[in-house]
Nanobody, 113 residues
């Protein structure tokens, strides 16, 4: 059974950092392209980062230079390191396996002083 379970969200002050995790089960995520998305209140879900099976990464302009996507193949886990956080980064963050059309349940990130 395929599952994606995000964790690591929380409340952080502007300029702070968080690292989100997405633990995958039921498939080997390193063999596939994986995405991170986010959805802020009242807004559509927004793609923010991807990593391919070769480790190539790509980012939305809104997070480029501040966020970094990575994976640990030994743990079958996807990560999103988020630095220099801004209030506009407040959202629910989701990991996504597009080949299987699976989504995690999301983890809330709130950036506020």
């Amino acid at each position: 059974q395929v599952q994606l379970v995000e964790s690591g969200g929380g409340l952080v002050q502007p300029g702070g950092s968080l690292r989100l995790s997405c633990a995958a089960s039921g498939f080997t995520n390193s063999r596939y392209l994986m995405n991170w998305y986010r959805q802020a209140p009242g807004k559509e879900r927004e793609w923010i980062a991807r990593i391919t099976s070769l480790g190539t990464t790509r980012y939305a302009e809104s997070v480029k230079g501040r966020f970094a996507i990575s994976r640990d193949d030994t743990k079958n886990t996807l990560y999103l390191q988020m630095d220099s956080l801004k209030p506009e980064d407040t959202a629910v963050y989701y990991c996504n396996w597009p080949a299987g059309n699976y989504w995690g349940q999301g983890t809330q990130v709130t950036v506020s002083s």
